[in-house]
Nanobody, 123 residues
């Protein structure tokens, strides 16, 4: 069983930055690929980025490429999402997830989910 806790969300102006963190419980963190998803009001949850268990491979959705960076520190059981040049359309609840598949861009490939952290980007 893996428990995930996100933090770092908040309100930021367009063009600003935020760094999301997700801390995982357990001693097998490096075995899991980690993903970030987001869900805006009235919309389906969508893939944002994923990173392999070793941290050597990453994928992003097209709309965040060059602005967002995913990373992980396996010694700290933590995955990060650095978000720069934020846009109002990035406003959503952001969720981290852990799973056994990489690269996985659909929610059903992930076994564990955090509770989410809210990101609001004002124009």
């Amino acid at each position: 069983q893996v428990q995930l806790v996100e933090s770092g969300g908040g309100l930021v102006q367009a063009g600003g930055s935020l760094r999301l963190s997700c801390v995982a419980s357990g001693r097998t963190f490096s075995r899991y690929a980690m993903g970030w998803f987001r869900q805006a009001p009235g919309k389906e949850r969508e893939f944002v980025s994923a990173i392999s268990g070793s941290g050597t491979s990453r994928v992003y959705r097209d709309s965040v490429k060059g602005r967002f960076t995913i990373s992980r520190d396996n010694a700290k059981n933590t995955v990060y999402l650095q978000m720069n040049s934020l846009k109002p359309e990035d406003t959503a609840d952001y969720y981290c997830a852990a799973g056994g598949y990489y690269p996985a861009k659909i929610t059903t490939r992930y076994d564990y989910w955090g509770q989410g952290t809210q990101v609001t980007v004002s124009s």
